[in-house]
């Protein structure tokens, strides 16, 4: 007999991707030969956070080393790594005006330093261009590499995420080339190079947790210094794709961001549609009130008005 999935409830329909700031952005990516991790994990929440003028970058290509079960990235041998897209990346930055821009990246195991180089290179050229926008990064685990995260630190992101995805006993099936203790040590290594750098981590449900496994994540995450945590329910993007075991209810997420609050982390963002990187710019705000990025309406600088990165750069 084959099996029923539940069906998708009432509280995750998402509007349809369009409008004008959508196009815009869309013709902006292929203009400067940009990924988005919105439009390769296929994100639920893309017309909402287009429309509004913000994205998340996803930087060194777009075929990973690795085969989460949860993600709609493609899984392969990366291409030749792109040495001008820190650049490309700061020039679409520059001409949407962001206060606050999302990077984040495929894994590349076959890397020496994972892409590390690359994220920081990233920072250096957006920063360059807009000294007053704020920076999160999403990064993989550099196979728990210090040095590798030392690298990114040292660029000075004001957010440094990675997230946990799910509890450690599903991680076999969700995540197969990660470990979750290796996760969380690099979260507290993070804590530890640079106290300065809020730190931040994200999970899914709906793949078969428990409500206490959830919990004892929480946990983990607040003893290893994290600010800020996002939860939300995890949306199956193909057949291929791992099963949603169950859809968790507003009522739980409620709960789950109640259960966090108290344990003290900086911000809490929890409900069915959340992702690490929606709403970030509000999510910096909350967790550090002395960093008020104001992302709004999408401003498109011409190409003539977009500065050039000072000498000494590539």
């Known amino acids: 007999m084959a099996l029923k999935h539940p069906d998708r409830p009432a509280w995750l329909k998402v509007r349809f991707p369009a409008g004008g700031n959508y196009e815009r952005l869309r013709v902006l ?9 919105c439009e390769e994990a296929r994100c639920p ?9 913000t ?16 993600c709609a990235v ?18 679409a930055i520059q001409r949407m005006g962001l206060r606050h821009a999302v990077i984040t990246s495929v894994n590349r195991d076959e890397l020496p330093d994972g892409g590390a180089s690359m994220f920081a290179e990233t920072i250096r050229w957006a920063r360059s261009l ?14 728990g590499d210090r040095a590798a995260l030392a690298t990114v630190l040292a660029a000075k992101p004001e957010i440094l995420n990675h997230n946990t995805e799910t509890v450690p006993r599903l991680y076999s099936v969700v995540r197969p080339q990660a470990r979750y203790e ?27 947790e428990t409500r206490d496994e959830l919990i004892e994540v929480f946990r983990g995450l607040r003893d290893s210094a994290v600010d800020i945590l996002t939860v939300g329910q995890y949306l199956r993007p193909t057949p291929e794709h791992l099963p949603v075991v169950r859809y968790w209810t507003p009522a739980e997420f409620e709960d789950l961001k109640s259960e966090a609050q108290a344990m003290g982390f900086r911000h809490v963002e929890c409900g069915p549609l959340v992702r690490s990187s929606y709403h970030a710019e509000e999510q910096v705000a909350g967790a550090h009130p002395g960093l008020s990025p104001r992302n709004g309406e999408m401003v498109m600088m011409p190409l003539t008005a977009v ?8």
């Open 182 to 208: 290796r996760s969380l040590e690099l979260l507290r290594m993070a804590r530890a190079l640079d106290p300065g750098t809020l730190t931040k981590s994200g999970l899914m449900v709906g793949l078969g």
């Open 29 to 37: 990516m292929r203009e400067q030969e940009l990924h988005t991790v």
């Open 55 to 70: 994205a998340t970058f996803m930087i060194l290509g777009d075929t990973c080393t690795r085969s989460c079960g949860f």
């Open 307 to 314: 500065r050039g990165a000072p000498s000494g750069n590539p």
């Open 45 to 53: 929440n893309i017309g909402d956070c287009w429309s509004r003028g």
């Open 130 to 143: 807009s000294p007053e926008t704020t920076f999160e990064v999403l990064i993989p685990d550099f196979k």
């Open 74 to 91: 493609k899984t392969g041998r990366p291409g030749v790594l792109d040495t001008a897209e820190p650049r490309r990346v700061a020039l």
